[in-house]
């Protein structure tokens, strides 16, 4: 079964800063996407940035961005410029061809300060 | 276009009651699928329903069922409930086509089972 393992419970940083959000996954498919989700308090998922994995450059969004290492199974996302509003859970998750789900890790609480 | 739109926000049951939750899909959007989120983990895959019927099924006991009707909006039944039930229960949907790939969530139900 696929697992997805985010090993930070909880971050900090100041406003305007960045910060780096891990996570590793298991597979032994080829074919599959990566996604990392944000859970503010309204507790709706909201999509922040999607990798296939095929695509061998890393998925940028505006200020978020992801470092995808696939023979490392690593997939960390970056939040340049922190604003206030990103204070929220995120949430990696998987997705294999075929599958009709999402596989979600524990999430990261991240919090940032003014 | 308003979402995925669930009802109700919050609720309270007690043990051994039955409990439906509704989720009205995305306008234009034929597949609804579900999750639980128990506090402080991430959300699991409980089913999901494509033409009234069920695709795919996570890793629920029968006592979680559900329905799709021809509008697209979809219910979740939890009989004989269990203190474990406890959790946001969210509603996810998507065209079939684009599953996962472009899902959106609706913002949940929570249950409290005392």
């Known amino acids: 079964a696929q697992t997805v393992t985010q090993s930070q419970p909880e971050m ?23 996604f990392w989700y944000k859970q503010p308090p309204s507790r709706q998922m909201i999509l922040v940035i999607r990798q296939e994995a095929y695509k061998q450059q890393n998925a940028t969004e505006n200020r978020f961005s992801v470092n995808f290492q696939k023979a490392a199974k690593s997939f960390s996302l970056k939040i340049s410029d922190s604003q206030l509003g990103d204070t929220a859970m995120y949430f990696c998750a998987f997705y294999e061809g075929g599958s009709e789900k999402l596989v979600f890790g524990k999430g990261t609480k991240l919090t940032v300060n003014p | 276009d308003a979402g995925v739109t669930q009802s109700p926000t919050h609720l309270i049951k007690t043990r051994g009651q039955q409990v439906t939750l509704r989720c009205s899909p995305k306008s234009g959007h034929d597949t609804v699928s579900w999750y639980q989120q128990a506090l402080g983990q991430g959300p699991q895959f409980i089913f999901q329903y494509y033409e009234e019927e069920e695709r795919q099924r996570g890793n629920f006991p029968d006592r979680f069922s559900g329905h799709q009707f021809p509008n697209y909006s979809s219910e979740l039944n939890v009989n004989a409930l269990l203190l474990g039930d406890s959790a946001l229960y969210l509603c996810a949907s998507s065209l079939l086509r684009t599953a996962v790939e472009k899902l959106f969530f609706g913002s949940g139900t929570q249950l409290s089972v005392l």
């Open chain 1, 12 to 34: 900090s940083v100041q406003e305007a800063e960045t910060v780096t959000l891990s996570c590793t996954y298991d597979t032994s498919e080829n074919n599959y996407y990566l």
